[in-house]
């Protein structure tokens, strides 16, 4: 997430103008992203119910997290390819949205260089999936704040010294990705650990098939990815329309929501992986303990933060550089955006816990009902009214509804499994 945003943050330094186009051109690669994202990202989860298999069937359980790795690698490189091309009708989706013109081009600029970002971070997602089913979490920490400081210099050298705008700041970020994905890949298997799961190994194992357990998994996920980010990037085009001035501000509200989703994201990805292990084997009462300390911690830490947004939002104008204007605008809005955090918790954690049982179907119609019966005809009822404060308002109810749907789903399949 802070790849984003230091991207965001140095493009406020470029100009309100770049910080509007840049930001709706992260918002097209993230929409699109997700798509491969979700479905490689379920490698985690299938890593970590083989992983439980191995206490009864160790070879069975080390076959079975050999072959989640390699279909993972097929996919991953397959869903890139496509998806790269897929962004060339950014320049129609924005037109066709009624995106303000002079802010088409520069995002077009950011989005053509940060798309070769796409396949390394896919690669980066799977070693996660590996490294963090086995309880080896501090590489994934290590990993990820040296791809930061990796990034920054390299993007404001180009951004800035050199003079390539937008453009700069999404090369750096590829390259800061790719350089990070080589680097760690090569201390992942060089572990005794994780060297048996190689993919250049065992390369007789590879076939297509090994890709149907991944699109079975991760269809319905990414399907439910992209309600949820219809949802948000929705707003985004909403929030084109009212102006330059709210699209640019639009983008640092998804910088404070997105700041607290990852924080969320990461221990409900671990909740995750627990029930994960506990679901292979077989230990039903390990998952209700997963599942009830995982809501506690989640909403506590949600109601710190959102305490924290709604006392200092003067704090996050500062960082971006905004004028007294938007300050106001701001100060205005973000205690709507903060009253999300914890239901966006909710939900966030409830679907991937129900994701380590092996249940996807049900939670993607619950985001179906959510997102988009609720939240994207609430966001465009509001916004007449109360123009940037009614789409998060909008926002925040489609996932309130979601997170209470998800929840009783959940509330429901673990009452099933011990009985």
Known sequence: MALVLTDVWMMSRLSIADLAAG?????????????????????ANLIA???????ARPDFGNQQIRFALKGAVLLAVSLSAVLIACFSFGPWLLRTASQPESVIA?????????????????????LRGLTSAFGNVRSIMVMSIATILLNIPISYVLAFPLGFGL????????????????????????RAEFAPFAPWKNLDEYSIGLVKPLLGMGLPIGLAALLEHGLIYGGTL?????????????????????FTWNINFGFSQAAAILVGQDFGA???TGIKQTAVRSFGITTVISLILA????????????????DAQLTALLVSVLWVVALAFVVDAWQLLAINLLRGMKIVIGPTIMTAIGYWLFGIPAAWWLLDSYQLGGIWGGIGIGLA???????????VAIRRQQA
Request: charged fraction near 5%.
């Open 307 to 322: 305490g924290g947004f709604m006392l200092w939002p003067e704090f996050i104008a500062h960082i971006f550089n905004l």
């Open 282 to 284: 077989e230990n039903y």
């Open 106 to 126: 520069p995002a077009m600029q950011y989005v053509d260089a940060l798309k070769w970002a796409m396949l390394p971070s896919l690669f980066l997602l799977i």
């Open 401 to 411: 509804v979601t997170g209470v749907l998800l929840l009783g789903q959940l509330i």
């Open 238 to 258: 909403m929030a084109g329309t009212v102006g330059v001035a709210a699209l640019a501000l639009h983008q640092i509200l998804l910088q404070c929501l997105s």
């Open 49 to 55: 119910i083989a992983y439980g298999q191995r206490v």
């Open 167 to 190: 453009s700069g700041l999404g090369a750096g970020t590829a390259l800061a990705s790719t350089i990070v994905a080589a680097g760690y890949a090569f201390w992942v298997f060089q």
């Open 23 to 43: 930001g709706l051109g992260a918002s097209i690669y993230s929409f699109i992203f997700i798509i491969a994202s979700s479905t490689v990202g379920c490698v």
